[in-house]
């Protein structure tokens, strides 16, 4: 792997120039956001993330561990924190707007726990994919049992020496045991629907893909650059920067230089089925509003088009007559579990919606134990 030039306008400036000029919005707007039902999906699937390997920690005796949230936006996860009962947090990202926002957060809901003490917290604006975050910590010696990177480490792929920057900076400080999680593009996905698409660029209702090199997708052999690989991910209305492919065989190679060990990586479709296991995955999928009811009731419309729930209408008209026959319901696809569980309520996505969940993927990590 050698390393690239750096140029002096990379990708991360651009981020934070991009993050720190979305306005906060009110509750009434972001429901009535066509992707309303896929936000809160995606932060469903984070908080099962979250309270896995915090429940992890617990049963391994840690019942309140100190977590380091790279690339922590708004605050987003705050909540997440505080319910998993964490005794410290180190909250860092590079969009210094963002900081503000979730220091923010942080000192209103620290204002309103009386009951229960919160944790405390500290926060950094720095350049993750070139700043040593341990010359900003309050202590240097500082040891994390839980470091989570949501939806951003991917940013860091621009070059080698921005990735490796993130990586040291996310694991460092993990104490032997401790674990890295966290949610990032499928660059294979991503590549199947580009390569699917027309002329490099792959469309439906509410996702625009485009790849950064489209000229050398005329190649059949064309395989992405390692580091670089660029393509452009729009949702919904919002265009969003530059992203990079991250090539997970990569990814685990560099963390094995640091010691860091993976205990899974899912895709958001095999993910689902896991965290739906669990106990509290499906309550929390209803109180999150993590699928949008389906059918709707009478006065309520659907946020896609009418033909992007054929397929889940289908699939719940057979599953009815299955029902009325007395016939044994078989779950054969994560597209018949929903339409299974429809039937009880539980609702469903948009066809594109769908789509979009399936270019994600989740990750673990652990530190490896010192042999004795």
């Known amino acids: 792997m050698g390393e690239e030039a750096e140029t002096e306008n990379s990708t991360t400036s651009v981020v934070a120039e991009h993050y720190n000029a979305i306005p906060e919005k009110g509750i009434t707007e972001r429901t009535q956001s066509r992707i309303f039902y896929l936000r809160n999906f995606n932060n469903w699937m984070k908080s099962m993330l979250i309270g896995e390997f915090l429940g992890r920690l617990k049963d391994e005796g840690c019942p309140r561990a100190t977590v380091l949230d790279l690339c922590c936006g708004k605050g987003g996860d705050l909540l997440k924190w505080r ?22 957060r942080y000192k209103e809901m620290k204002s309103r726990s009386d009951r229960r003490p919160i944790f405390t917290a500290e926060f950094i604006i720095a350049d993750a994919t070139k700043d040593r975050l341990l010359d900003s910590y309050s202590k240097k010696d500082i040891e994390f049992d839980l470091c989570s990177c949501q939806f951003s480490f991917h940013y860091s792929f621009e070059s080698e020496g921005q990735a490796r920057s993130m990586i040291r900076n996310a694991v460092e400080r993990i104490r032997p045991g401790g674990y890295f999680i966290g ?19 792959y469309l439906n209702d509410v996702v625009r893909l485009e790849y950064g090199a489209i000229d050398a997708l005329n190649d059949p052999e064309h395989k992405p650059p390692i580091f670089g ?35 899974y990586k899912k895709r958001f479709a095999d993910a689902i089925s896991y965290y739906l296991e669990k106990q509290d995955g499906r309550a929390l999928m209803g109180r999150m509003q993590a699928l949008e009811p389906f059918p709707p009731t009478s006065d309520v419309s659907l946020m896609g088009k009418e033909e992007e729930y054929k397929d889940a209408e289908a699939e719940r008209e057979q599953i009815l007559a299955e029902r009325a026959d007395g016939r044994h319901l078989t779950v054969v696809s994560l597209e018949r579990y929903f339409a299974v569980h429809q039937i009880c309520g539980q609702g469903t996505l948009s066809k594109s919606e769908w789509e979009v969940t399936a270019m994600y993927l989740v990750f673990a990590f652990r530190r490896k134990r010192s042999k004795k």
């Open 83 to 104: 319910i998993g009962n964490v005794a410290h947090l180190v909250a860092t990202d590079i969009a210094s707007v963002s900081m503000e926002q979730c220091e923010s």
């Open 183 to 201: 949610t990032l593009p499928d660059a294979e996905r991503i590549m199947y629907c580009i390569r699917n698409g027309k002329a490099g660029i």
């Open 229 to 263: 690989a660029k393509f452009h991910f729009s949702l919904d209305t919002q265009v969003n920067c530059p992203e990079y492919l991250v090539h997970f065989p990569v990814l685990e190679k560099l963390l094995k230089e640091c010691g860091m060990e993976l205990v």
